[in-house]
């Protein structure tokens, strides 16, 4: 998984304090185009550097987002599934982890529950997740463990 990366300015001091970081959430906002993605990504490689039995999950609005998150992924050295579903409720042995949306997280929190202790969750866009809104709660049962 090792890839050299050029960060901005403000992503390496966002990877600082996120490797510094003891808390189990850690929020990083910035403008659209900024980097958020490469900051997400990075700080992905990190945590599984130090947790090399743990996967990766993304969640995002859209199936759209999902392939580009998988995509994005790529040149990282990361293999994401962006067509995985909790039918079997597994995740793929041989990728690093899943991309999925909001929606799929609120029809079964349980299917990723189970594996949430040992997983990094990216939460891409997460104002869909607010306690607000219908996917909060299922999003909170499903990655508290996280």
Known sequence: MARSVRLRRWQKEALDRFGAHAGPDFLAVATPGAGKTTFALTAALQHLA?????RL???APTSHLKAQWASAAAPFGLHLEPNWTSATGKLPADMHGIVVT???VAANPGAL?????RCMVLLDELH??????????SIRLAFELA
């Not at 130090?50 to 743990?54: T, Y």
């Not at 869909?128 to 709660?137: L, Q, T, Y």
Request: hydrophobic share 40%; proline share 4%; glycine share 8%.
């Open 128 to 137: 869909h997740a607010g306690d607000d809104r219908a996917w909060g709660a």
């Open 113 to 117: 529950r189970v594996h949430a202790e």
């Open 57 to 59: 999950v993304v969640v």
């Open 50 to 54: 130090l947790n090399p039995a743990h």
């Open 102 to 104: 909001y929606q799929q």
